[in-house]
């Protein structure tokens, strides 16, 4: 839809206005602002910017507008950010945080105010790195500030150590594994290897986990349920053979529906003899197709 010239709208907050039909947008449409600068008999060098004194756009008089070039202008916006970090024109609002008020970020890390730019990362910076520059230590580039515990909320300099982001990642990779013993790290707190020995877990396919040790090692630590009800019973578990239940319910775990077999020669599951009668039932139902003996 074309529109007529004279026609006025808004760009960016800015009020704009058609001042031809042309095709060309840029032409076409030209700046309020710029126009009543030039009907004063004014001009706009090159490399030079007109802005708002008080910041408002739509204050559009003459004695609101001065010139400046590109490096004026960002020193003049610079100024104002740090008299008045909230947007030119505009009062503070009510939930702005006075400097020193400390947050918890959704990843769990302390932050802290120290400044009021505006600028959200100049502003909050972490508690631990925070701490950890005012000892007198640095961080180099492609170092990091990590917690020895794995508890973010502890932000003692004792609990802080310095390590690369290769050793980073593979920390949090490995769970705060045997492997970081040198730096002082402990398990991570999510890790199931956390849980204290008795605990049990269900895994994905259904069977019942139960801790028996903590040694740091998941293969070691956690045993099937149904194995140690099979142990504690005097009954062996030898090489090359599986346990597995008769009634193919997993949370059923007696003694009574436990069965030792070989390994090569496991009976079929439940599910699968009623997925095979469900396929008999169909091929039953299907009618006989008669063969065109031409």
């Known amino acids: 839809m074309k529109r007529p010239i004279g026609t006025e709208r808004f760009n960016s907050g800015r009020l704009e206005r058609k001042v031809q039909e042309t095709g060309n947008h840029k032409e076409d449409w030209k700046f309020v602002h710029h126009l009543i600068w030039l009907e004063a008999g004014r001009e706009i060098p090159p490399e ?4 708002f004194k008080d910041g408002n756009p739509r204050n559009l008089t003459l004695d609101n507008l001065e010139i400046a070039t590109k ?3 960002l020193k003049r916006i610079a100024i ?5 970090p909230f947007k030119m024109g505009k009062p503070p609002g009510r939930n702005v945080k ?3 008020t400390e947050i918890i970020d959704k990843q769990g890390y302390l932050k802290r105010k120290v400044s009021n730019t505006g600028i959200s990362n100049k502003d909050w910076q972490f508690v631990h790195r925070y701490i950890w520059q005012e000892a007198g230590r640095e961080i180099p580039p492609g170092h990091v500030v990590a917690f020895k515990d794995g508890n973010r909320k502890n ?3 004792e609990n802080l150590v310095l390590m690369t982001k290769v050793e ?7 769970l705060y594994s045997a492997k970081y013993e040198h730096f002082g790290f402990k398990r991570n707190l999510h890790s199931p290897n956390k849980l204290p020995i008795g605990s049990e877990r269900r895994r994905k396919t259904g069977f019942l986990m139960r801790k028996v040790q903590d040694t740091g090692d998941s293969s070691k630590d956690w045993r099937f349920v149904h194995h140690l009800v099979w142990i504690e019973a005097g009954r062996e578990l030898p090489p090359g053979h599986l346990l597995f239940f008769k009634d193919g319910d997993c949370t059923n775990i007696t003694l009574e529906n436990l069965e030792l077999v070989p390994a090569d020669k496991r009976p079929r599951r439940l599910w699968d003899k009623k997925r095979n009668e469900s396929k008999q039932q169909t091929q039953q139902n299907q009618p006989m197709r008669m063969l065109d003996e031409n």
Do not use: D, M
């Open 71 to 73: 490096s004026e202008f």
């Open 98 to 100: 006075p400097i020193g």
């Open 168 to 174: 980073f990642a593979r920390q949090s990779a490995f």
């Open 155 to 157: 932000v003692t300099l």
């Open 80 to 84: 104002i950010r740090e008299s008045n």
């Open 48 to 51: 030079h910017i007109l802005y």
